[in-house]
Structures are given as structure tokens and as C-alpha cells.
């Protein structure tokens, strides 16, 4: 059984900072690409940030230069969405997604997500 877990959500005012996290576990064989998307009220989920095993990383326009997607580097199965200068149009909830391979199935690779952690910005 493979599990993602995001921490670090909350309330932040305009302008503030937050980090999130993302850990996964569980019978894990390899985790290829990891995400963070996020989904605003009466909004469609959206892709923020992503980055590929080889460390290569990409984000949506609204959050170029503010928001930084990194993995630890000790344990390449958590990874963090750095937030700064946060503004009320990043409210959202957020989602943790990986392609991740399992012991029993390695040549298999499913999409896994977390349950998600509210990010409210607000004075």
C-alpha cells in the first residue's frame, strides 16, 4: 500500500510564506514524477509545480518566481512546494500527486494522490 501525506497548510497573510510537504510511503519500488496541483473554490483542479526524477522542474505561470518545488535530498520520497509573496488568488487546496512504482508491481507505474492541505491567504 503506497500513501502520500501533505503537511504545511494554513492561514498566511498577503505577501507571506508557507512549505508544504509531501511524503510518501509505503511498499515503494520508485517514484518517477512528483506534482503539486491545487484547487480553488468552484475552480478546476490545476497543475502548480512539477519535478522529474532527474531534478528538472516546472511551474504554471501564476506562480513562476514565487513558488519553488524541490525533493529532499536524503529521502528523494518527500517532496516540498516552497511558497513566498502569497496572494489571495493562491487560496486553494493542495494536492501532493506522484507516478510511483511498487514492490509488488515494479514495471507498473500508478498515480497516486494525498488528501490534500488547505492554503488560505488572507488578511
Known amino acids: 500500500q503506497v500513501q502520500l501525506v501533505e503537511t504545511g497548510g494554513g492561514l498566511v497573510q498577503p505577501g507571506g510564506s508557507l512549505r508544504l510537504s509531501c511524503a510518501a510511503s509505503g511498499s515503494i519500488f520508485s517514484i518517477d514524477t512528483m506534482r503539486w496541483y491545487r484547487q480553488a473554490p468552484g475552480k478546476q483542479r490545476e497543475l502548480v509545480a512539477v519535478i522529474i526524477s532527474g531534478g528538472s522542474t516546472g511551474y504554471a505561470d501564476s506562480v513562476k518566481g514565487r513558488f519553488t518545488i524541490s525533493r529532499d535530498n536524503a529521502n528523494k520520497n518527500t517532496v516540498y512546494l516552497q511558497m513566498n509573496s502569497l496572494k489571495p488568488e493562491d487560496t486553494a487546496v493542495y494536492y501532493c500527486?506522484?507516478?510511483?512504482?511498487?514492490?509488488?508491481?515494479?514495471?507498473?507505474?500508478?498515480?497516486?494522490w494525498g488528501q490534500g492541505t488547505q492554503v488560505t491567504v488572507s488578511s
Open positions: 500527486n506522484a507516478d510511483i512504482r511498487d514492490r509488488g508491481t515494479p514495471t507498473l507505474t500508478r498515480g497516486y
